[in-house]
């Protein structure tokens, strides 16, 4: 998709929820990351993990949040920003939380 220059910047928390979004993989296991399509320009976005609801057990369902954020680097309209301003929160349970974030 390409990015939409005329999205209004609006810092705001978008609804998340789960799965991971279409166009969204995960970059990086050690520490677990995401990234892909912003929901709102169609811009860079990325998601560092931020809570890992892990027990240790091995056959249960891991879930994890993660906080992504736009950062595809257009102002937007916005003062001083470097993105649309949006923001949301993903919940990834399993198989979608790949590997456990202690997997080598």
Known sequence: ????????YAAEIMPGGTP????????????FAVSGPCPSCFGN??????KDFDD??????????IYAE??????HGGDG???CGRSWIVTLQSPDAETRVNDG
């Open 70 to 75: 736009c950062s595809c680097g257009f102002s």
């Open 1 to 8: 998709m390409e990015h939409k220059d005329d999205v209004k």
């Open 20 to 31: 991971l979004p279409a166009g969204w993989k995960v970059v990086a296991k050690e520490p």
């Open 56 to 65: 240790g057990e091995p056959d249960r369902e891991l879930t994890r949040e």
């Open 81 to 83: 920003a470097t993105s």
């Open 45 to 50: 976005a990325y998601g560092p993990l931020i």
